[in-house]
C-alpha cells in the first residue's frame, strides 16, 4: 500500500496559494495465482497426494497417466477447457488432425487447430456444452462415447476408468465435465481429462486444464460423479464424461471446419432441404436441388485428405478412386446421374452428389423415408464407402441440432 497527498492551489492577488490538501491510500491490484483447494481435493504435488500417486502406481491405475502427461499443458483462455481437454486426448491417443497444416513438420493438435464448428471468439466468451464437446471430437477424427449421468451410473464410470487407466497401453481416454462448485471450488462446469485411478480408495486423477487456477488434484469417484449430475443452467441438462478413442477407420472426407460454413450446414439440413422437399417431383431431387441453391456452400462443404497408404487397402487403386468406383456402381449415383443430366448445376462431380445424397440426413416423414430407402441402404457398399456414409451423415446430424455462433 502507499500513501499519496496531493496539494490543491488557487490563485488569489495575483500569487497561487494552498487550498486544501487530500490524502488517499492506493493499494495496488495483485492477482490470485491459484486458488486454495478444498478440503474434499487432495493437490497431486501435496506429500498426500504424492503418497497417493506412489500407491496407485504399485495398483497398475496410472497405465493412462503419463500419455496424457506428456501433452497436458494449460488452457489458453479461461473459456477454452473443453478445447483444451480435447486437444490434449487427441494428442494422445495420436489422432490427426487432418486439415492442420503442419507447420512445425510433425503432427500435434493445438486448441487453435482443431476443426470447430463456433468461433473462436464465442468460445472465449462462452466455452462450449456438452453436445458440442461431442460433436468437436467426432469432426476432429476421435471415436467419442459420451455418458450423461444419471442416465449412466457411478459404477460405469468406475468400469470405464478401469479400462482407461488400468490396462497396459490404453487405447482409450476420458474427460469429464463437471459442476465446479458443487466440489467446493469457484466458477461452475468444467472440462478436464481424468489420468488414474486409485481403486483401493476409489479416487480420480483429475488433470485440470485451468493449472492457473488449480493445480491436478485427487477427488473421490463418487463425489465426482455426482459433480456431473448437476444441471448445466446453459442446456438445463446434466454433466456427464466421454469415452474417447483413435477412430480406427479415418475418413476420407472431412466436412466444412469454418464456423461459417457450419452455420450454413446447420441452415441447410434444419430448413433449406425441407423446403426443398416439398416442392420437389421426388426426395432425390429435393435433396440435390436444395444443396445446389448455394453453389459457395457445395465448394466449401467437402474437403478430401489422402490418408490411407496403399498397404491399408491390400494394394487396390489409390483410396478416392477406390472409393469413387464403388460409389458408382450404388443406385444413388446411378439416379444422381440421371437428375443431374437434364440440368445445368453446380456440382463439382456426378459422384460428389452421390455421395451426399447417399449421406444426407432427411426428415422423418413415411414418402420421404420410402424413396430414399432404396438409395441410402447400405447392403451394396464396401466397408470404405460404408464408413465414409456413416460418418458423414453422423456429422450432419450432430450439426443439425447444434448452435453455430
Given amino acids: 500500500k502507499a500513501t499519496v497527498s496531493v496539494l490543491y492551489w488557487r490563485e488569489g492577488g495575483g500569487a497561487m496559494k494552498p487550498s486544501r490538501r487530500l490524502t488517499c491510500t492506493i493499494s495496488p491490484q495483485v492477482g490470485i495465482y491459484r486458488r486454495k483447494l ?23 491405475g496410472c497405465e493412462g497417466y503419463f500419455g496424457l502427461a506428456e501433452q497436458f499443458n494449460t488452457q489458453n483462455e479461461p473459456a477454452y477447457c473443453g478445447l483444451g481437454s480435447l486437444s490434449i486426448v487427441l494428442n494422445t491417443l495420436n489422432v490427426e488432425n487432418r486439415t492442420e497444416v503442419k507447420k512445425i513438420g510433425v503432427q500435434h493438435v493445438t486448441e487453435e487447430s482443431l476443426d470447430v464448428h463456433i468461433p473462436l471468439e464465442v468460445v472465449r466468451k462462452k466455452g462450449i456444452t456438452f453436445e458440442e464437446f461431442q460433436c468437436m471430437a467426432e469432426l476432429n477424427g476421435a471415436k467419442s462415447t459420451p455418458k450423461r449421468a444419471p442416465l449412466h451410473s457411478c459404477e460405469e464410470l468406475t468400469n470405464d476408468l478401469v479400462k482407461a487407466t488400468m490396462t497396459p497401453n490404453p487405447t482409450e481416454a476420458i474427460v469429464a465435465t463437471f459442476s465446479r462448485g458443487y466440489l467446493g471450488q469457484t466458477g461452475d462446469g468444467h472440462f478436464s481429462p481424468l489420468a488414474a485411478f486409485h481403486a483401493s480408495k476409489k479416487l ?100 478430401t485428405h489422402e490418408i490411407y497408404t496403399q498397404e491399408d487397402l491390400e494394394g487396390a487403386e489409390a483410396p478416392l478412386t477406390y472409393l469413387y468406383k464403388d460409389l458408382r456402381r450404388q443406385a444413388c449415383f446411378k439416379v444422381a446421374q440421371s437428375i443431374l443430366s437434364n440440368t445445368h448445376h453446380p456440382w463439382p462431380s456426378v459422384e460428389y452428389a452421390a455421395l451426399l445424397l447417399a449421406a444426407w440426413p432427411v426428415p422423418h416423414d413415411t414418402s420421404c423415408d420410402l424413396e430414399l430407402k432404396g438409395l441410402q441402404s447400405t447392403a451394396g457398399f464396401s466397408p470404405l464407402l460404408l464408413n465414409e456414409v456413416e460418418s458423414i451423415r453422423n456429422r450432419l446430424v450432430m450439426m443439425a441440432g447444434l448452435r453455430c455462433g
Fill in 204 to 303: 480420480v486423477l483429475i488433470l485440470d486444464t485451468a493449472r492457473f487456477k488449480y493445480p491436478p488434484y485427487w477427488v473421490h469417484i463418487e463425489e465426482l460423479w455426482k459433480s456431473m449430475d448437476q444441471v448445466d443452467p446453459v442446456t438445463n441438462l446434466t454433466r456427464g464424461w466421454f469415452v474417447i478413442e483413435k477412430n480406427r477407420t479415418p475418413c476420407l472426407t472431412g466436412l466444412a471446419r469454418s464456423s461459417a460454413d457450419w452455420g450454413s450446414v446447420h441452415a441447410m439440413v434444419n430448413t433449406v432441404i425441407p423446403n426443398a422437399l416439398h416442392s420437389s417431383a421426388s426426395a432425390a431431387e429435393g435433396v440435390l436441388s436444395g444443396l445446389s441453391s448455394d453453389p459457395s456452400f457445395l465448394s466449401s462443404l467437402l474437403t
Fill in 38 to 60: 478444498p478440503g474434499s481435493l487432495t493437490s497431486f504435488s501435496s506429500k498426500e497426494g504424492r503418497a497417493l500417486f506412489r500407491e496407485c502406481l504399485i495398483e497398475g
